[in-house]
């Protein structure tokens, strides 16, 4: 089954800790896409990156860091220099051409708490 | 200021009794208009896209249309099984996402 990936399910941090938050797709798409997610509020963007080893920042990119290595592979660091960081993370994917680019496509999420 | 805005908050149905959730939005150069249901604790299930004006999108009990302003998801006849948040998402110059309206439906 075609789909996005993403691991663990849940995850806590401890003061001063930097964790990595696993997304992989085997859609074929391009595009990917890290938002954070917090009770009320729409999902914020905080990377996206179109092509393989390049990557931009989003709207609240502090204290988070991306790679882009592999075309299925879009990992998320969360540095200790990201005060605040539990919340709900969805990872996503788009395909390229056409309208088929604007529709993304979400994995099940990562619930990063801090201990 | 691109925003998209979704009302109600949150909407509480009788099994059967069909409601309308809005989404107002205001982006620049749109290239579509998309809905997504969320379940709790789990990633967005896309539902539609829209595209134009006058568009309409049907899928079981839901049908999404499309004005220049809005966006409207009518529910017809819901089921417990309905329960869900749903989002707007206006993809434009940036992808603009709504906070989303949580729907409850009683059997």
């Known amino acids: 089954d075609g789909g996005i990936t993403q691991s663990p399910k849940y995850l806590f941090r401890k003061e001063g800790q930097n964790v990595t938050l696993s997304c992989e797709q085997n859609l074929n798409h391009d595009a990917m896409y890290w938002y954070r997610q917090d009770p009320g509020q729409g999902l914020r963007l905080i990377y996206y990156s179109q092509i393989v080893n390049d990557f931009q920042k989003g709207d609240i990119a502090e204290g988070y860091s991306v790679s882009r290595e592999k075309k299925e592979s879009f990992p998320l660091t969360v540095t200790s220099a990201q005060k605040n960081p539990t919340a709900f993370y969805l990872c996503?994917?788009?395909?390229?051409?056409?309208?088929?680019?604007?529709?993304?496509?979400f994995g099940a999420g990562t619930r990063l708490s801090v201990l | 200021e691109d925003q998209v805005t979704q009302s109600p908050e949150a909407l509480r149905l009788q099994e059967g009794e069909s409601s309308s959730l809005n989404c107002s939005y205001t982006?620049?150069?749109?290239?579509?208009l998309f809905w997504y249901r969320q379940d709790p604790g789990k990633g967005p299930e896309f539902l539609f896209t829209?595209?134009?004006a006058g568009e309409e999108k049907e899928k079981e009990r839901l049908k999404a249309t499309l004005t220049k302003k809005e966006s409207f998801l009518h529910i017809t006849a819901p089921k417990p099984e309905d329960s869900a948040t749903y989002l707007c998402?206006?993809?434009?110059?940036?992808?603009?996402f709504g906070a989303g309206t949580r729907l409850f439906v009683k059997a």
């Open positions: 998402v206006a993809g434009g110059f940036k992808t603009i």
């Open positions: 829209l595209y134009s």
């Open positions: 996503a994917s788009s395909g390229t051409g056409g309208r088929a680019k604007n529709i993304q496509y």
């Open positions: 982006v620049s150069g749109l290239r579509g």
